[in-house]
């Protein structure tokens, strides 16, 4: 009982039809209907302009869907079949794009959910793909954006250790939390983070009984932020008032 | 008043918070000064603490916790002038029983009853 | 849509057209009382007598000329192959992979010897020595009056085999020449079980582990100077005795079996097909097509014309010299256990339902 | 060839690809002195790319020309023939090798593709199959590829012999086989058709069987596996050597034990004088890695040498540990959690980083993590720290589950009126680890408002504190209650607290106020209440229990217990006094890797004092439904009064037994959960005078069981159970029904 091929109203189509007809199906939507209609077009005709576009527009649609490592691999093709492509830095932009894709949604915004508290190994894999852009295509018109976004993973990453580091002093595991601490400081150090983390390690250490860790850690501290708030009263665990329960 | 507070009523149970290294005393009786980092590192293994603003020393700090109380606060640290070991001090956990302090030492019969 | 009774795809048996007999069969007699057997029972001829046996252990012996059951023995053991003749006592491989030795006119059991695995074939008896070939393509010499192991000759064999329930004959009392896997013929001495020669009957071909199957797992043929095997999905080689040089070889897939007269060496191919081959040079003479896909046994030679049996039970004369069906006899012997046994004028065929007939020219 | 310097470079022959592309994976520039090995390197690195099926160097007066041809694209790719495997399921693997439509043909996949695809077939035993595939030429360098195959007859097993068994008849080791000479389920379970994987599987299975029982020189000498001419008929033989039976000699801990050894000693599973058994020493080695796992030693490994006394066919065993080096946890990296904060899983592991290593720990971590309910599957590796030996990192990898469940319904069910319910609750709100619920509905029957909030760790160390604020008006004279009408208002507040790693104690206070209102035709039992204690009634309710829980994940639990006994009461100081006792217990047993064992048991005890001797109504215990007895109207078990409305009951029990397992075909899926299950329930303690049914007070004649199946949903929307139960030995006044299902209720 061979089960009849399913009847292909594409039969006929010049380019041109196949073309426009997944851009439309793009533009409104629906991104499944538009990947196979690219991917019929890139079959049956595998020449000239319209199978290159057809080919980043997949990229670009499975990034739509949700769909990362589908575009991933989409982009990569593009990636080896046309090195030399005018636009392919748009390309390096979407992978950088597929895995930046926070989506904190509509009450995350709300509500505050940063990305330093969510998974650091997407946001690795993000940093590194902008990089890549921003290395070959200094002067394409996505650096910018690619550079700003990697600003903010940066400030992400250096958050996610920090964010470790509190939990640790609050559990009262020192030796992790300064381990962290000193991380941020090390891998971190044009981050915002810095200064609390050497905060921290001179709480920490006091609390390992590491006294002369804890005071050069102190003359650190003191030396890059004079005015720094620690200076006066110590590290402490932040207390989150009740009402604030979402946090 | 601590009576009405509910959140002494009971006590809670704390999580067992273990930190550091748990060097013993023969790991200590193995060192001697002049070993280079590497050697020191193989006797009492990689220290958990080691300051980036003091390269020159490690901290083998150990901290155990059981149900919150403070059960052990060791510390035992080495000092190194470039790369030999320049000296140590501290103390360390009590050895474990010396069935085999060397692997390669012929197996000891030790009749089970 | 996967259909869950699988029909076999296997190609349709050739409907047989009827033929003038320019040769009759005689069946001289049939005798039943055996229960039913699988390949590898070939019944055995020793001085007067034809010697048979089944799966469940029951051993029976014949007078050759009438048919008549002179002895019957219940071994209540399972048995694995047939029966092998050794001066007064019966040689039967069992189930548990041992060879049992049993006294020829009581059926009192004599020895029995351990070996490696089971004996999918009668053993060959050689003088005092009893040749077993165990599953694990081991050969074994066993010393035939206590059951003593002579010697013991091992083999690497690869992953996949085809079922071999007689690749073995006997030549005189010194040598033994064996079909086994991976397309060799080896020729060993019975006394000491070295390997006098061994000829390369077919390659292995193709990719895939069962294209690479070429294994001799028919008897081979010796006429006094030439040796011939044929190889499953090979060749049909013959070899100079003395020497083991390849004469001739020829393209054929069989695993039924080859006979050999002064003139021809005849093949049955796998597809049923019928060939003849000249005996010096190989030269292809006739190749039988009627008889296609109905399972054919190997070919034997009955006065100057060669048998067949097919699996329907009709046993089939051919013509030497043209290849032409001669003779066509309807026998009730459901399918054969293997290659028909050649008894002086006449042929033994033994069924799968245990039946044996012996035929001779009418 | 002359070395000389390029003039310029040309390209000849392309259709598809871009001079630029070409270009670019060419290693010479114009300008370059090009020689022969720059000419080998060109064709070399052209024909890396995969794009081209010939490459030629030419030299015409300083002018290298490039002539290519390109590799033809698969525009049709085509399969027939394949009934044993789907054929899309097989145009993906092909594609997935780069053998698909609009991608590059190139002879050497398709070979590949051919002999993979027959390999395949053997490892289903097909092994007269036949694969042909050929490309036929398109227009614009494009080519249609087709696959005929033939897969011929599947080679089936006709006889499987162990030789040189004594010790074991053939079929009690034929038993341990998953090959079979063919039953008459064989056309399903295909176990009759020969596999490479299945035999050696079977084969292992063979020698744990004789190993297990005192053979422990058991050896498999030689396996032969042949094949009939026709291709049908498949048979094996394994050919073994069984030795003695050896019972165990004195066994002996030797190594660098960093444990006392009586400790050791205790983990052993194995006895002087038992009978030699492989698992248990297996197990026994497991024990000691784990024990030596606790302190740190993470690469511990233990190996076992026998001495084997023929004569008396004894073997001694020796422990011989080698404890490795004590191992420490560097960094522990949680990943996979897009919408939970990193600390609400953090705080729920028991190993620390700067610790070291502890494999119990670890084991209970992924457990607590589970038992969170927000993460579909948890898995927690341990890879080593490249260059330090005695360090590892741990890296926690979540795949997370949508843990709310939003429903806004609005339906007209037949007795209960318009019906506008919506509700969202969430328990893990933003990520943030606590849970919200709020839902509105109102009905004919029932006006609910409610707000409840929980935050599981107040405190670091996971003390909880819950709010619960509602306001809920009831009145039940058309579905089968009887007809009154109680307004309450409440609101309470819960604490819960971890007494040890596996028990916690809760407690709470609440305040609520319940109005009655009685019509004609209440039964006169409420008549009374309200003519006795009046309409409304404030209840000033406090509650203590205690609760353990060992189970291994809450939305799939296989193995572990949770047990809890709560006291709840209405205090004196308000206006209705009553006490109530109730106990759960329910126990997971791992019947196989799927299969799990489930037995729930519930008893309640309620009892009015002080201000109110008898129970008010609205106290009551109502049995029926899911969540008790399945197959019974829900709360309709028990007492009935005059007109035939269940009256509940002041003493309860449950009991229920279910086997759960997966969705068939639905293996490794954790959403999907299929279970037979029987349950029985009573609900008694209540007067039933003047009521049609005199016989439903004791708890004897109000006990009802019931047997069917179910089957629970972890969908988007929340927990789905549906379930059809038969109920047994109905009794005049049940009220049944057979097909039940819940949306969103508690796990």
């Known amino acids: 009982c061979a089960t009849t091929e399913t009847y292909d109203e594409t039969r006929g189509w010049s380019v041109e039809k196949l073309y426009a007809e997944a851009h439309d199906e793009l533009n409104s939507g629906n991104y499944n209907r538009a990947v196979k209609l690219y991917e019929t077009l890139e079959a049956r005709y595998p020449y000239g302009r319209f199978a290159q576009q057809a080919q980043m527009d997949i990229a670009y649609a499975q990034y739509k869907d949700n769909e990362a490592a589908l575009s991933i691999t989409a982009c990569d093709r593009f990636i080896k079949l046309h090195p030399t492509h005018p636009n392919l830095d748009y390309i390096y932009y979407l992978k950088g794009l597929v895995y930046f894709n926070d989506d904190s949604g509509l009450l995350g915004k709300w509500a505050g959910q940063d990305m330093s508290e969510r998974d650091p190994k997407a946001q690795r894999e993000a940093f590194l793909a902008f990089r890549e852009l921003t290395v070959r295509y200094p002067d394409s018109r996505y650096a910018p954006d690619a550079l700003d976004k990697m600003n903010k993973l940066v400030d992400a990453l250096g958050g996610h250790e920090m964010h470790v580091a509190r939990y640790y002093m609050k559990r009262g595991a020192y030796v992790a939390a300064v381990n962290r601490a000193q991380g941020v400081v090390k891998d971190y150090a044009n981050t915002r983070y810095v200064e609390e983390a050497l905060a921290l390690s001179v709480e920490a250490y006091r609390r390992l009984g590491l006294t002369k860790l804890s005071d050069d850690n102190r003359r650190v501290l003191a030396a890059t932020f004079p005015k720094s708030a620690y200076l006066q009263g110590k590290w402490a665990v932040e207390e989150l008032p009740w009402w604030k329960f979402w946090k | 008043c601590t009576s009405m507070n509910p959140m002494t009523w009971v006590a809670p149970h704390h999580m067992e918070i273990q930190q550091g290294n748990a060097i013993t005393a023969d790991n200590v009786a193995r060192l001697k000064p002049g070993m280079t980092r590497a050697q020191v590192r193989f006797v009492l293994g990689s220290p958990m603490v080691a300051d980036m603003f003091h390269a020159d020393r490690w901290d083998y700090k150990y901290q155990l916790y059981q149900n919150g109380k403070e059960v052990k606060n060791l510390l035992f640290t080495v000092w190194f002038k470039g790369d030999a070991l320049e000296r140590f001090e501290g103390d360390a956990l009590p050895s474990d029983k010396p069935t085999l302090t060397d692997a390669s030492a012929p197996v000891v019969a030790n009749k089970a009853p | 849509c996967a259909s869950w009774f699988e029909s076999s795809t296997g190609p349709k048996p050739t409907p047989l057209r009827d033929v003038a007999t320019l040769q009759a069969i005689k069946p001289n007699w049939t005798a039943s009382g055996l229960g039913n057997t699988a390949a590898g029972f070939t019944p055995v001829y020793d001085r007067g007598n034809v010697i048979a046996a089944d799966k469940e252990g029951r051993i029976v012996v014949l007078d050759a000329s ?116 991976a397309g060799k013929l080896v020729v060993a ?148 256990t293997g290659q028909p046994v050649s008894v002086g004028e006449s042929v033994l065929i033994q069924g799968r339902n245990g039946r044996l007939s012996m035929l001779s020219l009418g | 060839l002359s070395p000389f310097v390029i003039k310029d470079i040309r390209v000849e022959g392309l259709q598809r690809t871009e001079a630029g592309t070409v270009f670019n994976y060419l290693p010479i520039k114009v300008g370059d002195t090009f020689s022969d090995e720059k000419a080998s390197q060109a064709i070399k690195s052209l024909y890396a790319t995969g794009f081209f099926n010939d490459v030629r160097v030419e030299v015409r007066d300083d002018v290298v020309i490039v002539g290519v041809a390109e590799r033809p694209v698969i525009a049709q790719l085509t399969i027939n023939g394949a009934r044993e495997f789907d054929k899309d399921q097989l145009k ?148 073994v050597h069984e030795g003695a039976r050896f019972t165990v000699g004195d066994l002996k801990i030797a190594g660098d034990l960093k ?135 741990m890296n926690v990898n979540l795949k997370e589950r949508s843990t709310g469940t939003i429903n806004a319904g609005l339906g007209y069910a037949q007795g209960d009126g318009l019906q506008l319910t919506a509700s969202i609750s969430q328990s893990n709100i933003f990520g943030s680890g606590k849970a919200l619920s709020v ?39 058309s579905i089968n209650l009887s007809s009154y009408q109680t307004k309450s208002d409440g609101l309470s507040v819960s604490m819960g607290v971890p007494v040890t790693e596996y028990d916690r104690i809760n407690y709470g206070l609440g305040f ?33 229990g205690w609760g353990r829980d060992t189970r291994d994940s809450a939305l799939w639990p296989t193995r572990g217990y949770s047990v809890s006994a709560s006291l709840d009461a209405g205090l004196p100081g308000g206006r209705v006094q009553f006490y109530r006792l109730s106990h759960n217990q329910q126990w997971f047993f791992p019947l196989s890797k799927t299969f799990t064992l489930a037995f729930n048991g519930e008893v309640g005890f309620v009892n009015g004092y002080g201000k109110t001797p008898t129970v008010p109504f609205f106290q009551n215990y109502y049995l029926g439904g899911i969540g008790s007895v399945r197959g019974y109207q829900s709360n309709t078990m028990g007492a009935l009064d005059s007109n035939g409305d269940a009256l509940g009951g002041t003493r309860k029990f449950v009991f229920n037994t279910e086997v759960l397992f997966p969705f068939p075909g ?47 949903w972890l969908s988007p929307m929340g927990p789905l159970k549906f379930s059809y139960a038969l109920p047994l030995k109905k009794k005049d006044g049940d009220k049944i029904e057979r097909f039940q299902f819940t949306v969103g209720a508690a796990f």
């Open chain 3, 66 to 181: 009438t048919g008549r059951e002179t002895a019957r023995f219940d071994l209540k053991r399972e048995l694995v192959s047939g029966v092998a003749v050794a001066a007064d006592r019966l040689l039967v491989g069992t189930g548990s992979g041992s060879l049992l030795a049993v006294d020829r006119h009581t059926g009192k059991t004599l020895w029995e010897a351990p070996l490696t695995s089971v004996t999918l074939e009668a053993a060959q008896v050689g003088g005092e020595v009893a040749v077993v070939r165990t599953n694990d393509s081991r050969l074994t010499g066993l010393n035939v009056k206590d059951g003593s192991q002579l010697w013991s000759v091992g083999r690497l064999a690869p992953q996949l085999i085809v079922r071999d329930t007689g690749s073995m004959q006997v030549v005189g009392a010194e040598a033994v020449l064996v079909g086994m896997p």
């Open chain 4, 259 to 393: 444990v006392p050894e009586p400790e050791l000693r205790k983990l052993l599973q194995v006895k002087t004088g038992d009978v030699f058994n492989r698992e248990k020493i297996n197990d026994t080695i497991t024990a000691i890695t784990e024990r030596l796992g606790q302190d740190g030693y993470a690469f511990a490994n233990v190996n076992v040498i026998p001495d084997v006394d023929r004569a008396k066919n004894v073997a001694g065993f020796t422990f011989y540990v080698d404890p490795g080096r004590k191992t420490y946890v560097r960094h522990i990296t949680i990943s996979g959690n897009t919408k939970t904060r990193d600390e609400v899983v953090r705080r729920e592991l028991r190993q620390l980083e700067g610790a070291y290593y502890n494999g119990k720990n670890i084991k209970r971590s992924k457990e607590r993590v589970e038992l969170l309910g927000y993460f579909e599957d948890v898995n927690i590796e341990t890879p080593a720290v490249p260059d330090s030996p005695d360090q590892v990192d």
């Open chain 4, 439 to 477: 839902s509105m509905s109102n009905s004919k029957v029932n006006k609910i408002a409610q707000i409840q909030f929980t935050d599981p760790y107040f405190t670091p160390d996971g003390v909880s504190l819950g709010y619960n604020l509602y306001h809920r008006s009831y009145t039940p004279d």
């Open chain 4, 92 to 239: 993906k693997t092909l594609k997935d090798n780069g053998l698909g439509e609009s991608r590059i043909f190139d002879q050497g996949l398709l070979d590949g593709a051919i002999q993979e695809l027959k390999r395949n077939y053997y490892s289903r035993g097909k092994y007269s199959v036949d694969v042909s595939a050929h490309t036929t030429k398109l227009e614009r360098n494009r080519v249609a590829v087709t696959l005929d195959i033939n897969e011929g007859v599947t080679a089936k097993i006709r006889e499987i012999r162990v030789v040189g068994a004594k010790a074991f008849g053939q079929s009690d080791l034929l038993d341990q086989f998953s090959l079979t000479t063919g039953g008459w389920l064989s056309w399903i379970t295909k176990d009759d058709q020969y596999s490479k994987q299945k035999l050696t599987g079977d084969l292992e299975k063979l020698r744990a069987w004789y190993q297990n029982q005192g053979y422990l020189e058991f050896n498999i000498d030689s396996t032969q596996v042949s094949i009939s001419a026709d291709k049908e008929s498949i048979f094996l033989t394994v050919n």
């Open chain 4, 512 to 544: 609520d106020q319940t109005k009655i209102t009685t019509f004609s035709n209440s039964p006169q039992q409420y008549i009374d209440y309200v003519k006795k204690y009046g309409n409304k009634n404030n209840t000033l309710s406090g509650s203590v």
């Open chain 3, 189 to 336: 001495s019975l006394s000491s079980g070295a390997t006098l020669w061994e000829g390369v009957v077919a390659n292995a071909r193709g990719a895939t582990e069962l294209e690479r199957v070429t294994d001799v797992v028919s008897r081979p043929v010796f006429n006094g100077n030439d040796v011939c095997a044929v190889a499953y999905q090979g060749r049909v080689a013959c070899f100079e005795a003395r020497t083991g040089n390849l004469a001739w070889a020829r393209e054929v897939s069989s695993s039924r079996g080859i006979a050999l007269d002064v003139k021809n060496v005849y093949v049955t191919g796998e597809d049923g097909s019928v060939s003849a081959f000249d005996r010096t040079s190989g030269r292809n003479v006739w190749k039988l097509d009627d008889l296609k896909n109905r399972n054919i046994s190997g070919p034997v030679m009955l006065g100057r014309y060669v048998l067949v049996a097919d699996a329907e039970g009709y046993a089939h004369l051919l013509s030497n010299e043209s290849g032409a069906i001669v003779g066509r006899l309807r026998l009730d012997t459901e399918g054969w």
């Open chain 4, 666 to 712: 639905m293996k490794d899926n954790k959403s999907v959960r299929l279970s037979a299950f029987f349950d029985a329930g009573s609900v008694w303690g209540n007067s039933t005078s003047g009521s049609q049914y005199p016989n439903r007070s004791s708890a004897s004649n109000n006990v009802r069981y019931s047997i069917g199946g179910a089957l629970t």
